[in-house]
């Protein structure tokens, strides 16, 4: 086996290696952090309050395939129906 001349080239691609695994390490870091800081915290629903609605009217939008009348009828909703549940209505509701 030849020994090397100098030694320069040997210590350089362990130079080279130890900045990639730095640089590595690094970002590995910095992503599981991001990871970790986009979780959201869920709002607390309480269903021990319990709301009650009549439906006024049901319709179907957005639809191309289907016909609208089956679609209401596989939901099983009905005009003057009762419903109820622990969320607020927002949307067309007086």
């Given at each position: 086996m030849e020994r090397p001349v100098n030694s320069y080239?040997?210590?350089e691609d362990k130079m080279v290696r130890q900045k990639l695994k730095r640089i590595f390490l690094a970002v590995f870091l910095i992503l599981t952090n991001l990871a970790l800081f986009s979780q959201e915290e869920g709002k607390i629903i309480d269903y021990s309050n319990s709301y009650d609605y009549k439906i006024g009217g049901?319709?179907?939008s957005g639809v191309r395939f289907l016909d609208p009348n089956a679609l209401i009828g596989i939901s099983g909703l009905r005009m003057g129906?009762?419903?109820s549940g622990s969320w607020r209505c927002?949307?067309?509701?007086k």
């Open positions: 080239w040997k210590n049901v319709s179907v129906q009762e419903i927002n949307y067309h509701c």
